[in-house]
């Protein structure tokens, strides 16, 4: 089991060596103007590109790029979206709310998307399924930016219960909590209609399998089956979804900080690329890269434990 | 389960009631964008105007007079007014009570620091031009912040002196005005910086310097002072008690909100918690009524870019072509129902361009002419008859045969709403216009600048544009800046020798002087750029904007070079 | 029980043939089946076709399949057609418009009072009442109910079902014109994620080694790269457009496709009938696709369905962010982000295509969970 982690551990700094490399290149190749202010005089442009070593081969850069990295943890200084920051502290001064926000949803939607989908699977064909159901795929089919308007409009200006705006700078525990209902309900909504959804699946098919016969047939009653046999085995695949979820979020967290205006990552990527600020580019791609991997690594891991047949590299 | 309803819904309310508590007078402003770094040195972004402004200190400041309808200069680290020496040279005075946020003086030596940075040939600020040449023209001092290694410029050289700890001697290249100096030294990039945090945030090699990049490492010196700044989310401001200019100012806070999205600001400002807002194109319909709605002509006038230098296009390079893309712009339409309550514009100069010369250009006899000889073609210059006529005389000349089909391309950037609109407004009025001939397809920047798009690639024919940096009230031609060869970033890949000619002809120092005589040259430069069809201008701009009618401005209309005077507001419930 | 045969009496022995007559005449052959032998698929459609609600919802795909193909061509409007002076209309619907809803009419508010007398700027009857009056600064200004199409004059008798938008064209056309674009996206997109998916994950799944980790780890490499910088590098190379996005989401949307491919191969391969084919030396590609593929098929086509409306929702993600197919084309993605810009102004312009894509979602998502219950394996032959 360690060797198998060890080996999984190993791929992950291939493969985040690899994302690296590819998105060093393939931003680095964009068309790269950091000054194309009419006002910045071909002179001044010369000069800053030349300290940013960007007249160099780009072999030269790459090497400047992975030295920095490896050495110092440095990824480079920020041109356009905070020129003169590190890029690294960027990264870190917006992590915060992101994370914040993310955790409560993730807090409320785990539940609640269980509690959904076991009460839809137990309830199948009922009323509290129909309606579990029609709930889960309007919150799956309306696109989060549509939501989260409504949600604003709705709440903020209609009956104002809640502020408008995320408030960063609250003076209290209760002001941040009331400013950020919003937003983390909009972002909830997608991933507790996901895991309901799956859950619904996963419980029904587990319902009906022969091992549920089995532990009838031992005696127990229904409800200690479902519970005992049915829903802890329909839980582990569960684990699946949250790789897409947690990306899924961090997309939807993009549209939700933009809309209440969350001074988080969530714009960061796009708005860099939009800038041109290809060193910004390029760290937040790392970033995004190494939480996706770190996620896929502790999902393979767990599988690996839960249903070794799984594991990569069995033989024909 | 009730219970904790009710309590809930006590905080709810509790909460509101202390919100309304609060007698303190804040302004609620907001700003689509933040601003990246608070170091005034060394970026472009005219986000910036507004915490320079508010927590900053420069030599003179602009103020509203009694009229209410003009302004005035008033010195503010600077005593007095500046006082002529001779000719070219200049001197002002300085407060001796004037102090940073945190009690340490301004004096000579802090001006001297903050000038001398601006210039640094190192650190190679991207605001330097500002100083060394804006309103006025300082001696050497773009020689000295552009030098190269084998031309060195010393500091001592540069027209900016201390002559003692509280007088500053100024040298120009040329004769100016008082009013000139007072408003060479108020632009946010002439603000004072703060040495001790400048030069620790100094890298080695004195390169470049992290000051302004985080609240801690900024430092106030104005009205009032920076209490806080959250990135992408909201900057405050609170009263600097050290100020020494207290009458001027009303508020006791500024409370300046981040807001991207345009429902959120217009959410917030119906419910009174913003105190301006600025329509867009989709919600100047509702407000055009609106008593609080004032509107202004700007400086600003879209224009249309076209390239001549795409190789799939046969008709490049034609002057008839683009004659008959001139002439197929339905600038009435396009301004009124597209871009929403803006003004058609036929030519290129602005409406605001002379003002400060004594008459608007547009307004001269000179600039009339243009705008009829404009309109005897038709409203605004459009006109499908004459369009079809130069198609016509395009495809001769080019020796394309009558039955070829070609499709434009219309680059720009999806997020540009009015722009875009246009461009599908075009795409069905072209192969109206011309029967069936040109066709438009668009295609997006997606991701890259402008200027990187047309780095990358030639294939493309339309471009909008806004540029108006260069455009001035003081000289009406100098909007027509970024069409010569000096101009590296090219628009459009078009030159013209008579255009550059005349350009340099109202350049010249002796037009300079004889502002009747500018009237004239700028009128005959026009009249060649609606020849040679530089670019083709679509839309004068008319800036809206809305006020609280709890906020009471120290203007009562919109004063060219001055504004609305917003930071001079104050209160009143 | 009889032990000793040898010694049995001579006339036991010794019973002629004749005498011997079997007991059951009856029970010898087997009943013949009376009905048909059914295949799995037939029995999977068999029980689709008793769920009313997949039923329901494959008839509101193909409804909405079929206004996609006709309401463009027959709405008397085509999907680029302008008209600026009748821009931003709000609904109007014959029949509906006498009850009240969707009868055309919209409150301005904040106009000036004096302007309602203006003839120019509101025709001969198109103010029907003011709903407020309120005193703001000097002047009286009112926020008042008008006939928008008389506002506009457009003739009478001309409807717009869903409005028009900024530029005048009709959001009905529009609608389910890109109603037609984000399904071809979706079904291209899906279709080509389900090849390249399936042909990935059996070769991984079936050799297993090497070729596994070497597969699965160039899998991990894409999947690591965030989708939506995949897609604007795309949009450099080949311009924004239709090509682009489907390439967008085929880039890493055949991961999952692959990897349920290749935990089906792990699962199955190793089967007792798989290894008797292969002792038998059936070559590998005929063991893939013929014995061991038809196992992934159930979860492949639930996965499938789901895959279109995600894709439809993807598309509209990358409207909203700018990266959207390229006007004047619509999609349902460009509408709604258009429509979202205008949410307070003109709500009308969210809710049509929002409600279209909640159908077209909800359809999709019942259909998917039929067919997972038809096609599960458990529940064969059961009524």
């Given at each position: 089991m360690f060797k198998y982690i060890l080996g999984r551990f190993g791929a992950m700094l291939l493969t985040l060596f690899l994302v690296m490399t590819l998105s060093f290149w393939v931003i680095r190749l964009m068309p790269m103007s950091i000054f194309e202010n009419p006002e910045v005089s071909p002179e001044v442009q010369h000069k800053l590109e030349e300290r940013m070593h960007l007249h160099e081969p780009m072999i030269v850069q790459y090497y400047y790029f992975l030295e920095g990295i490896v050495l110092r943890g440095d990824f480079g200084t920020s041109v356009k979206?905070?020129?003169?920051?590190?890029?690294?502290?960027?990264?870190?001064?917006?992590?915060?709310?992101?994370?914040?926000?993310?955790?409560?949803?993730?807090?409320?939607?785990?539940?609640?998307?269980?509690?959904?989908?076991?009460?839809?699977?137990?309830?199948?064909?009922?009323?509290?399924?129909?309606?579990?159901?029609?709930?889960?795929?309007?919150?799956?089919?309306?696109?989060?930016?549509?939501?989260?308007?409504?949600?604003?409009?709705?709440?903020?200006?209609?009956?104002?219960?809640?502020?408008?705006?995320?408030?960063?700078?609250?003076?209290?525990?209760?002001?941040?909590?009331?400013?950020?209902?919003?937003?983390?309900?909009?972002?909830?909504?997608?991933?507790?209609?996901?895991?309901?959804?799956?859950?619904?699946?996963?419980?029904?098919?587990?319902?009906?399998?022969?091992?549920?016969?089995?532990a009838r047939t031992k005696g127990l009653t229904q409800q200690e089956a479902t519970w005992k046999h049915a829903f802890r085995n329909s839980l582990v695949p569960i684990a699946n979804t949250i790789i897409p979820m947690i990306t899924g979020i961090m997309g939807g967290s993009l549209v939700i900080e933009k809309l209440f205006s969350v001074p988080g990552e969530g714009g960061l990527l796009i708005d860099s690329i939009l800038a041109g600020d290809h060193f910004l580019t390029v760290a937040l791609l790392i970033f995004y890269s190494l939480i996706s991997l770190i996620t896929i690594l502790i999902v393979d891991i767990s599988y690996g434990i839960i249903d070794p047949r799984i594991r990569i590299g069995g033989g024909k | 389960m009730k219970k904790a309803l009710a309590f809930v819904i006590?905080?709810?309310?509790?909460?509101?009631?202390?919100?309304?508590?609060?007698?303190?007078?804040?302004?609620?402003?907001?700003m689509a964008s933040d601003t990246p770094t608070l170091n005034q040195h060394n970026s472009v972004e005219t986000s910036l105007d507004t915490p320079v402004s508010y927590c900053?200190?420069?030599?003179?400041?602009?103020v509203a007079d009694e009229t209410r309808l003009n302004?005035?200069?008033?010195?503010?680290?600077?005593?007095?007014?500046?006082?002529?020496?001779?000719?070219?040279?200049?001197?002002?005075?300085?407060?001796?009570?004037?102090?940073w946020a945190n009690g340490d003086p301004i004096n000579a030596d802090t001006v001297?620091?903050?000038?001398?940075?601006?210039?640094?040939?190192?650190?190679?600020?991207?605001?330097?031009?500002?100083?060394?040449?804006?309103?006025?023209?300082?001696?050497?001092?773009?020689?000295?912040?552009?030098?190269?290694?084998?031309?060195?410029?010393?500091?001592?050289?540069?027209?900016?002196?201390?002559i003692d700890d509280y007088t500053i001697q100024i040298v120009t290249t040329s004769p100016v005005t008082q009013k000139d100096v007072c408003s060479h030294f108020t632009t946010r990039a002439v603000a004072m910086v703060y040495e001790p945090l400048y030069e620790q945030g100094m890298n080695e090699t004195r390169t470049?310097?992290?000051?302004?990049?985080?609240?801690?490492?900024?430092?106030?010196?104005?009205?009032?002072?920076?209490?806080?700044?959250?990135?992408?989310?909201?900057?405050?401001?609170?009263?600097?008690?050290?100020?020494w200019l207290p009458e001027y100012f009303h508020y006791d806070s500024v409370d300046v909100?981040?807001?991207?999205?345009?429902?959120?600001?217009?959410?917030?400002?119906?419910?009174?918690?913003?105190?301006?807002?600025?329509?867009?194109?989709?919600?100047?319909?509702?407000?055009?009524?609106?008593?609080?709605?004032?509107?202004?002509?700007?400086?600003?006038?879209?224009?249309?870019?076209?390239?001549?230098?795409?190789?799939?296009?046969?008709?490049?390079?034609?002057?008839?072509?683009?004659?008959?893309?001139?002439?197929?712009?339905?600038?009435e339409v396009i301004a009124k129902s597209i871009f929403g309550y803006q003004q058609p514009s036929g030519v290129y100069v602005n409406g605001q361009a002379g003002m400060f010369s004594g008459q608007i250009y547009r307004d001269s006899d000179a600039g009339k002419a243009v705008v009829e000889r404009v309109e005897s073609w038709g409203p605004a210059g459009y006109n499908p008859e004459l369009a079809r006529e130069y198609l016509k005389k395009a495809y001769e000349e080019c020796g394309v045969p009558e039955d070829t089909v070609i499709t434009l391309i219309m680059a720009f950037d999806e997020s540009d709403l009015a722009w875009k609109a246009t461009a599908e407004y075009l795409m069905e009025e072209f192969p109206v216009i011309f029967e069936g001939k040109i066709n438009l397809a668009i295609t997006t920047y997606a991701g890259i600048s402008t200027t990187a798009f047309k780095e990358t690639t030639d294939v493309w024919d339309l471009s909008p544009n806004d540029w108006s940096r260069s455009a001035s009230r003081t000289y009406p031609y100098s909007c027509f800046y970024y069409y010569r060869r000096a101009y590296e970033s090219h628009p459009n890949n078009y030159f013209d020798d008579e255009f550059e000619a005349q350009y340099d002809v109202c350049d010249s120092d002796e037009v300079k002087a004889d502002y009747a005589r500018m009237l004239e040259e700028t009128a005959k430069l026009e009249n060649i750029y609606l020849d040679k069809v530089i670019q083709i201008p679509m839309v004068q701009e008319i800036s809206y904007q809305m006020f609280a009618d709890r906020l009471e401005l120290p203007v009562d209309t919109y004063v060219p070079g001055f504004g609305w005077g917003v930071i001079y507001g104050d209160i009143v419930e | 029980m009889i032990l000793d045969r040898d010694h049995l009496p001579e006339e036991i022995k010794n019973i002629p043939r004749e005498e011997f007559e079997l007991a059951d005449n009856d029970w010898k052959t087997d009943e013949r089946f009376t009905t048909e032998a059914i295949g799995f698929y037939r029995d999977a459609f068999r029980r689709l076709r008793k769920n009313t609600v997949s039923m329901v919802s494959l008839s509101a795909i193909l409804l909405i399949v079929i206004l996609a193909l006709i309401v463009p061509n027959v709405s008397g409007y085509s999907y680029v057609q302008q008209n600026l002076d009748q821009k931003n209309l709000p609904p109007k619907i014959p029949g509906l418009e006498r009850l009240g809803i969707a009868d055309g009419t919209r409150v301005l508010t904040n106009r000036k009072k004096s302007s309602i007398e203006d003839p120019n700027r509101f025709p001969e009857g198109s103010v029907l009442r003011i709903v407020r009056e309120y005193q703001a600064g000097k002047q009286t200004a009112v926020d008042v109910l008008v006939d928008y199409y008389a506002y506009c004059g457009v003739p009478e008798g001309e409807y717009h079902w869903f409005g028009t938008d900024y530029l005048g064209r009709d959001i009905m056309t529009r609608l389910f014109r890109g109603a037609r674009i984000s399904l071809l996206i979706a079904l291209i997109s899906v279709g080509t994620n389900l090849i390249i998916g399936i042909i990935y994950g059996s070769v991984a799944g079936y050799y297993g080694g090497k070729i596994d980790m070497i597969l699965t780890h160039v899998a991990e490499i894409l999947d690591g790269l965030p989708y939506i910088v995949v897609t604007i590098l795309f949009m450099l190379l080949f311009g924004s457009g239709m090509f682009s996005i489907i390439l967008a989401l085929t880039v890493t949307g055949w991961i999952g496709t692959a990897r349920l491919t290749r935990a089906q191969f792990y699962r199955f391969k190793g089967r007792e009938y798989v290894l008797s084919a292969r002792t038998l030396g059936i070559p590998d590609y005929r063991l893939i696709f013929r014995h061991i593929l038809p196992n992934t098929v159930g979860p492949l086509i639930t996965r499938a369905m789901i895959a279109v409306p995600g894709a439809i929702f993807s598309e509209s993600f990358l409207a909203y962010i700018g990266l959207g197919i390229k006007p004047p084309e619509p999609s349902i993605g460009i509408l709604l982000s258009t429509g979202q810009g205008v949410l307070l102004q003109y709500p009308y312009q969210t809710f049509f295509p929002a409600v279209l894509i909640s159908v077209l979602m909800i359809a999709f998502n019942m259909l998917s969970n039929g067919l997972r219950d038809a096609m599960d394996p458990n529940h064969r032959g059961e009524e």
């Open positions: 979206m905070r020129p003169g920051l590190e890029v690294f502290s960027i990264i870190m001064e917006r992590i915060p709310p992101t994370m914040v926000l993310n955790f409560f949803s993730l807090l409320i939607s785990i539940p609640l998307g269980i509690i959904a989908g076991t009460v839809a699977a137990l309830k199948r064909n009922r009323w509290p399924d129909h309606l579990i159901s029609f709930l889960i795929v309007i919150f799956i089919s309306v696109p989060s930016f549509v939501f989260a308007s409504l949600l604003q409009y709705l709440l903020t200006f209609v009956f104002p219960v809640f502020p408008t705006l995320y408030n960063a700078q609250a003076p209290n525990v209760w002001a941040a909590f009331h400013s950020m209902v919003l937003p983390v309900v909009a972002l909830s909504l997608n991933p507790i209609a996901t895991i309901a959804r799956y859950l619904r699946g996963e419980l029904i098919e587990t319902l009906s399998s022969e091992y549920m016969v089995l | 006590m905080l709810v309310l509790a909460m509101s009631v202390f919100a309304l508590a609060s007698a303190e007078k804040t302004v609620h402003l907001y900053g200190a420069t030599l003179y400041r602009a302004y005035e200069y008033i010195g503010e680290i600077a005593s007095d007014l500046p006082k002529q020496i001779d000719d070219l040279t200049w001197e002002i005075p300085l407060r001796p009570e004037a102090k001297m620091y903050s000038f001398k940075m601006l210039l640094d040939p190192n650190l190679a600020n991207q605001m330097a031009d500002f100083l060394s040449d804006f309103s006025i023209t300082i001696l050497n001092a773009k020689e000295y912040s552009k030098q190269t290694s084998d031309a060195p410029v010393a500091w001592e050289d540069v027209g900016i002196k201390k470049s310097t992290t000051y302004g990049s985080v609240p801690e490492m900024w430092m106030s010196a104005g009205p009032y002072k920076l209490d806080s700044w959250v990135h992408d989310s909201v900057q405050t401001y609170v009263r600097n008690e050290n100020y909100r981040v807001i991207r999205d345009m429902n959120a600001r217009v959410e917030l400002w119906e419910q009174g918690a913003l105190d301006t807002l600025s329509p867009d194109i989709n919600t100047i319909e509702t407000y055009i009524d609106d008593p609080r709605l004032v509107e202004f002509s700007s400086i600003t006038v879209f224009h249309i870019d076209v390239n001549c230098k795409n190789p799939e296009n046969p008709l490049t390079a034609s002057l008839n072509y683009r004659k008959a893309l001139y002439h197929a712009m339905n600038r | -």
